[in-house]
């Protein structure tokens, strides 16, 4: 059973591209939940998905950012017109229930030149 | 809203010495949970924690439960080099449905 699937594990954009940022759950997993990472810092909610529904989206940022998580397929997360303070890691996780362990993927490094 | 906050920030231990970790909540949790994050990897969790006052054992890691449900702990017995990395935890209100996460507690151990 492979563990939290994210690619790429490092994307460079320059500011005003899109950046698609892809996240395969554990295998039986419906839930999935992104979150960012700045350097040195924690780890801060964006969005809550569960098979093509949105239930939780109160951290990401109103505009530019958008997330989904389809019938087939792994769940985007994606930022259009990139700007450099959207420089960070951004963490998938995956669990079975809302009310148990989540397994994290290992993560994928944006940096916006 | 739904806080929950970590101390200390940074925590610089000799190895061999004990280490603790405070997690508090501004409301009563369901339910907490710890997790490790190694230098550069992701976060990897360690234990939930569901009840009023529950202790929980691992090896050299103890967790806590406080009895109002509002506060956690993380303790190691005598550190190790592979303790290094920092330590989250992630609490879930009884109205909420997902898990907040704390800032985190990064231990460095100096052999």
């Known amino acids: 059973n492979a563990g939290v699937m994210q690619n790429p594990r490092h994307l460079v954009r320059r500011r005003g591209q899109e950046a698609r940022l892809r996240c395969s759950p554990m295998k039986g997993h419906s839930h999935v939940y992104w979150y960012r990472q700045l350097p040195e810092e924690g780890l801060k909610f964006m969005v809550y998905l569960q098979k093509e529904n949105i239930i939780d989206e109160s951290g990401m940022p109103k505009e530019r950012f958008s997330a989904e998580f389809p019938k087939e397929g792994p769940s985007i997360l994606r930022i259009q017109q990139v700007v450099r303070g959207d420089s960070a890691a951004y963490f998938c996780?995956?669990?079975?229930?809302?009310?148990?362990?989540?397994?994290f993927g290992q993560g994928t490094r944006l940096t916006v030149v | 809203g739904q806080q929950v906050m970590q101390i200390p920030q940074y925590q610089h231990v000799q190895e061999g010495e004990d280490f603790t970790t405070y997690c508090n909540s501004s409301?009563?949790?369901?339910?907490i949970q710890w997790y490790k994050q190694r230098p550069g990897g992701h976060p990897v969790f360690l234990i939930q924690l569901v009840k009023s006052g529950e202790v929980k054992k691992q090896k050299r890691l103890t967790f806590q439960f406080g009895e109002a449900k509002k506060n956690s702990s993380l303790h190691i017995t005598a550190t190790q080099t592979t303790d290094v990395g920092t330590y989250f935890c992630a609490g879930r209100g009884d109205n909420f449905n997902k898990f907040y996460f704390g800032s985190g507690t990064k231990l460095n151990v100096k052999p």
């Open positions: 409301t009563t949790l369901s339910n």
């Open positions: 996780a995956s669990s079975p229930t809302m009310n148990t362990e989540a397994f």
